[in-house]
């Protein structure tokens, strides 16, 4: 439902909105059966934690989630997952890399048509700032209680390299 209409929802189609609202009531009611994971820990601990705005939980989220899925992805069990849903939504990809690739494509596409950015540092979050700050964010995140429930284990190192990822837009590569 999402991948159908979000892009239209967001132009401020008023049926896409309704089911844009279905939607997000099954994801809540999923939410509830299977907690979530470290997108949501790392959207927690950094809402408020820099000087130059507050990153609204849904923008963070979607900003996280494809570096998350990379890192995530690491596990096998998590990138069987990950390539099947990108395999049940119609996206490219013979491979299970390719799947997943293709699954963080979609998401960076649909971010784009969002006006959601990349990276921490195009959302204007000031280096300085974020080099001071992350290790901190870093542990707090990974006690937030979501953390216990991701399909990777993390700590605050591993954690800290995930956060640097997403400031600068490297790959994941850990």
């Known amino acids: ?11 401020g189609n008023m049926e896409a909105r309704e089911q844009m609202h279905y939607a997000q009531c099954l994801a809540g009611m999923a939410f ?3 907690l979530l994971g470290i ?15 507050h ?13 998350v899925i990379k890192y995530n992805a690491k596990d096998p069990v998590a990138a069987k997952r990950y390539a099947e849903i990108a395999r049940r939504m119609g996206l490219a990809g013979t491979s299970e890399k390719a799947l997943i690739n293709s699954l963080c494509e979609k998401i960076d596409d649909f ?8 990276t921490l540092k195009e959302f204007g979050i000031i280096e300085e700032e974020f ?4 290790a901190r ?18 700590d605050p190192a591993a954690m800290e390299k995930l956060f640097t990822c997403i400031y600068y837009g490297t790959e994941v590569d850990f």
């Open 1 to 11: 439902m999402v991948f159908d209409y979000l892009p239209a929802s967001y132009r």
């Open 32 to 34: 509830s059966n299977a």
């Open 39 to 53: 997108v949501h820990s790392m959207a927690h601990k950094t809402g408020a934690a820099f000087s130059t705005g």
């Open 55 to 67: 990153i609204t939980h849904g923008c963070a989220n979607a900003m996280y989630l494809p570096y």
């Open 111 to 118: 971010n784009v048509q969002l006006s959601i950015p990349k």
């Open 131 to 134: 080099k001071e700050k992350i």
């Open 137 to 154: 964010i870093s542990e707090l995140a990974v006690g937030d209680a979501c953390t216990g429930s991701n399909p990777r284990p993390i």
